[in-house]
């Protein structure tokens, strides 16, 4: 076996070792070769310089592409993880716009909500001072309505009830009130429509000043209303006072009960809230225009009237000289001189005591006022009432003649108190200062 290998080894020199052919053109290098020996078999490969290039070539592809592939399999990671992170972030940033869209959407919304509650709360507060003005007009309706026959109202309201007996405002200023927004409360009733609106976006705003508006308005009635409850009472107490005064020069007092005399003073109750003021202004100005009405009736009591309105007086109160006799005679009562056949008025509310021919008077009517005052009308063609008959001023108690003691066609007229002859005449002027109060 060594033998063997030893001369492969020789044969091999040998071969490597033979006589280099000369060449043409110079010496030629011998391509190398590669022997493998493995047990007997020997086998040599011939290597030549391309081949070498080629297999050199190849491994330095395969070294480049297993260093790329080394240098992508160790970058790739940190490339995977720095993607990774920039869409995290990126997500992180679009999760944190969205939260602060979703915060103030929810701001947004909440002030939204916060406003319609808001704007829910001030269309219920003005329905419900709407309600409450009618239920102040349903209460001062009949108040105004004895004060029409008491005072003269001036124009003063704004508040115009509707058929369903709610109150419809209506403005005088050009940039009024219009009447509350039908988006809101429903159809309301205007005296003028509202300008076009060319912002829709303004809708919220524009619902705010017409609440606004409304509430102005409200406001401004509330006041008026006060304001004109107070003038008629202040109106009314006057012309109490006023024919009350005139009437205490007569002597005629009105009849208080002891339990309230010397009491008065401003009412003012406890409770200060805005119902219990209007009530009690209410209250007071039903004691003012009481007080005017007794002391009209009072008044219609005492014959301050004129008997025979227009007419002259031919014959005053006192002594005089008799148009019969001609001398000095005191005369009772005072004459008018009127045409015959002229209506006679009773001058104050009363009961007829007398109807018939009474002597010198002729046709007389006599009537009893109360408060031991008491009126005589004589020298009357016709008599038109009948004794126990109530009469109240200003009715016709007969006719203007000229029976009994007189020399022609005239009125005599009596006023008595406590049976004895007083001058009408003071009588008559206290009615001339308080007729306008009448």
Do not use: C
Not at 343 to 358: E, I, P, Q, R
Not at 407 to 430: C, D, F, M, Q, W
Request: proline share 5%; net charge neutral.
């Amino acid at each position: 076996m060594i033998s063997q290998i030893e001369a492969a080894k020789s044969t091999g020199v040998a071969a490597m070792k033979k006589v280099k052919y000369p060449s043409i053109f110079g010496a030629t290098r011998e391509p190398h070769t590669i022997i493998i020996a493995r047990g007997e078999t020997i086998r040599h490969f011939t290597v030549r310089p391309w081949a070498a290039l080629l297999g050199g070539t190849l491994a330095l592809g395969l070294a480049g592409s297993y260093l790329l592939a080394t240098s992508y399999l160790v970058f790739r990671d940190d490339l995977i993880s720095g993607s990774v992170a920039r869409q995290a972030r990126l997500q992180q940033a679009y999760e944190d716009r969205i939260a602060a869209l979703r915060t103030q959407l929810d701001r947004v919304t909440s002030r939204q909500l916060l406003d319609q509650k808001l704007m829910d709360g001030k269309v219920a507060e003005l329905v419900q001072r709407q309600k409450t003005l009618s239920e102040r007009h349903e209460k001062l309706a009949p108040l105004l309505q004895r004060a029409g026959t008491a005072l003269p109202i001036e124009p003063e309201t704004n508040l115009v009830m509707d058929r369903d007996g709610q109150g419809i405002v209506h403005s005088e200023e050009p940039d009024g009130f219009y009447g509350i927004d039908p988006i809101i409360t429903g159809p309301t009733t205007s005296t003028r429509k509202p300008p076009p609106r060319d912002n829709k976006a303004r809708t919220g705003i524009d619902k705010a000043e017409i609440l606004d508006s409304v509430d102005h308005s409200l406001n401004t009635i509330e006041y008026r209303q006060a304001k004109q409850i107070q003038t008629l009472s202040n109106n009314a107490y006057e012309s109490a006072d006023k024919i009350m005064e005139a009437l205490a020069a007569t002597g005629v007092k009105p009849v208080l009960d002891d339990d309230k005399w010397g009491a008065g003073g401003p009412l003012l109750l406890a409770s200060t809230s805005p119902v219990a003021g209007f009530d009690t202004k209410l209250v007071d100005l039903d004691e003012a225009l009481a007080r005017l009405e007794g002391a009209k009736a009072l008044a219609k009591a005492v014959p301050i009237a004129n008997p025979v309105p227009g007419m002259p007086v031919s014959s005053p109160f006192g002594a005089r000289r008799d148009p019969l006799l001609g001398m000095m005679a005191f005369h009772s009562g005072m004459d008018f001189r009127a045409i015959s056949g002229s209506s006679v008025l009773a001058t104050a509310n009363g009961t007829v005591t007398a109807a018939d021919y009474t002597g010198g008077y002729g046709n007389m009517v006599e009537v009893d006022h109360g408060n031991g005052l008491s009126t005589r009308y004589g020298h009357m063609s016709q008599i038109l009432v009948s004794a126990g008959q109530h009469v109240n001023s200003g009715d016709v108690l007969g006719k203007v003649g000229s029976t009994g003691r007189s020399t022609g066609p005239h009125l005599h007229y009596e006023v008595r108190k406590n049976g004895n002859a007083i001058n009408p005449a003071s009588y008559l002027t206290i009615g001339r200062q308080i007729a306008a109060e009448l």
